[in-house]
T-cell receptor, first 115, second 112 residues
Framework: SAVISQKPSRDICQRGTSLTIQCQVDSQVTMMFWYRQQPGQSLTLIATANQGSEATYESGFVIDKFPISRPNLTFSTLTVSNMSPEDSSIYLC????????????FGPGTRLTVT | SQELEQSPQSLIVQEGKNLTINCTSSKTLYGLYWYKQKYGEGLIFLMMLQKGGEEKSHEKITAKLDEKKQQSSLHITASQPSHAGIYLCGAALKTSYDKVIFGPGTSLSVIP
């Protein structure tokens, strides 16, 4: 398994501002993922962030709105830009454990409220 | 319609009872994940199934994958209040496992 931490755990932000969420893993992983969970909803994949390459975004998500950095094998950031109340969600990072098991583990999430 | 459906949507059971949650995909499954989520928290990995007919158990939770039906079932034996939460299935739709979609979740309450 992997121990994954996220910062901040929660935040309340004003519309029009940006927030950067950090995801730290206790071991080196190739694949990291960012998900969004809107209130009362299931998870939606935002993008896949592999070290050394540009993030791959899912349909409906764009780099200008959700820029992602992946500077090394244990860390990634997701920025939510120019926020609106519709961005209020839990944002979760996950990692795929190397070794061929394809198991994915999730961080505790960042609860974002935009006012 | 949803690519991944779960049934039932919610479940209330008496402590000690057995229960089953189903997850059905409309697309080819390459792998199936089961997670548990407590309200407002992250996801706890339960197990992952890759091959048709594969069955895994962890404590009192057993999951099975029926590749032909593109369906997985999660069975809890002798439920306890600690089993309460939202159970989410996630399906890997690519052989690279880099795209996992999630079902809507099943909310489980266990009454002491």
């Amino acid at each position: 398994s992997a121990v994954i931490s996220q910062k901040p755990s929660r935040d309340i932000c004003q519309r029009g501002t940006s927030l950067t969420i950090q995801c730290q893993v206790d071991s080196q992983v190739t694949m990291m993922f960012w998900y969004r969970q809107q209130p009362g909803q299931s998870l939606t994949l935002i993008a896949t962030a592999n070290q050394g390459s540009e993030a791959t975004y899912e349909s409906g998500f764009v780099i200008d709105k959700f820029p992602i950095s992946r500077p090394n094998l244990t860390f990634s950031t997701l920025t939510v830009s120019n926020m609106s109340p519709e961005d209020s969600s839990i944002y979760l990072c996950s990692v795929e454990i190397p070794g061929g098991s394809y198991e994915q583990y999730f961080g505790p999430g960042t609860r974002l409220t935009v006012t | 319609s949803q690519e991944l459906e779960q049934s039932p949507q919610s479940l209330i059971v008496q402590e000690g009872k057995n229960l089953t949650i189903n997850c059905t995909s409309s697309k080819t499954l390459y792998g199936l994940y089961w997670y548990k989520q407590k309200y407002g928290e992250g996801l706890i990995f339960l197990m992952m199934l890759q091959k048709g007919g594969e069955e895994k158990s962890h404590e009192k939770i057993t999951a099975k994958l029926d590749e032909k039906k593109q369906q997985s079932s999660l069975h809890i034996t002798a439920s306890q209040p600690s089993h309460a939460g939202i159970y989410l299935c996630g399906a890997a739709l690519k052989t690279s496992y880099d795209k996992v979609i999630f079902g809507p979740g099943t909310s489980l309450s266990v009454i002491p």
